[in-house]
């Protein structure tokens, strides 16, 4: 396991499509191994491969409990209601907004010993299991703000002693 340098917004990987895993194996477990180690690092509550420069369709997340979730090919296979929040991302320090997700999600991928598994999801969980596979497909969370006039310094908020988004900004 290796802490990996985290890319930032500019760089071209994460507005790329990610590609499908055709094969789960020791290079794939120890991409979510380090995807992980990355991810408590930072620290955040859910890391994309391409946010670590590999265009794979692998992303882990932290859940509800400190559940740790690591999926190969994740794709949201039911979703509905709706729930607007500030979110962050670690590719994008130091800058939240807000952005309306799907309030429950039932999501399908593949473990990391290549067993098929579904786990629904709800609130702040699939609100970051959203957010990581939009970075699989190349979108960030910039591209689905309610408005560009939310788009706010971290700072910002804390100063106008707003709700906390202490765990939004670390998606």
């Not at 990996?4 to 194996?25: F, M, N």
């Not at 939009?134 to 804390?158: K, P, Y």
Request: glycine share 8%; aromatic share 4%.
């Amino acid at each position: 396991m290796a802490v990996r340098p985290i890319l930032t917004q500019e760089h071209p990987v994460l507005r790329q499509k990610a590609r499908k895993v055709t094969k789960v194996d020791a290079s794939i477990v120890r991409l979510l191994d380090d995807l992980a180690e990355t991810m408590y690092a930072a620290p955040g509550v859910g890391l994309a491969a391409p946010q670590i420069g590999v265009s794979l369709r692998v992303c882990v997340v932290k859940g509800d409990e400190n559940q740790l979730y690591g999926l190969v090919n994740p794709v949201i296979v039911k979703a509905e209601g709706s729930q607007v929040g500030y979110e962050g991302c670690l590719s994008i320090p130091g800058w939240v907004g807000e952005v309306e997700r799907y309030e429950k999600v039932l999501v399908k991928g593949l473990n990391r010993r290549g067993k098929e598994v579904r786990i629904k999801a709800s609130g702040f969980t699939a609100r970051a299991f959203q957010h990581e596979i939009d970075h699989l497909d190349g979108i960030l969370f910039t591209d689905r703000l309610t408005s560009l006039d939310t788009l706010r310094r971290v700072e910002e908020l804390q100063d106008q002693e707003q709700e906390p988004v202490a765990e939004a900004v670390r998606a």
